[in-house]
Nanobody, 123 residues
Framework: QVQVVESGGGLVQAGGSLRLSCAAS????????MGWYRQDPGKQRELVAL???????NYADSVKGRFTISRDNAKNTMYLQMNSLKAEDTAVYYC?????????????????WGKGTLVTVSL
């Protein structure tokens, strides 16, 4: 199995910064896309940013220019640097990992989610 754990959430004032981390572990064969999503209570989960194994990135319009996604392929770890935070960035942030699990001779697709980390931005 593949486990995904987020960390780095917390309470910050508007205009401040936070750095989220996501670590994937377990029977990982390869990781293709890693992504950050967020969800407010009562709302649908939305994409924040994606990064491929080759380093290509994609951001939601609402975070462009403020958030930066990065990853360390050797450590199966991903980061989200969040600057100029706004109250509307308050949400639970989830890490998603897509790739293959298992071994070369016995591998299968994996689409794993972490349990989330809460980011609260106060005015």
């Amino acid at each position: 199995q593949v486990q995904v754990v987020e960390s780095g959430g917390g309470l910050v004032q508007a205009g401040g910064s936070l750095r989220l981390s996501c670590a994937a572990s377990g029977t990982i064969y390869s990781i293709n896309t890693m992504g950050w999503y967020r969800q407010d209570p009562g709302k649908q989960r939305e994409l924040v940013a994606l990064i491929t194994s080759g380093g290509s990135t994609n951001y939601a319009d609402s975070v462009k220019g403020r958030f930066t996604i990065s990853r360390d392929n050797a450590k199966n770890t991903m980061y989200l640097q969040m600057n100029s935070l706004k109250a509307e960035d308050t949400a639970v942030y989830y890490c998603n990992v897509q790739g293959m699990k298992g071994t070369f001779f016995n591998r299968s697709p994996v689409n794993a989610w972490g349990k989330g980390t809460l980011v609260t931005v106060s005015l």
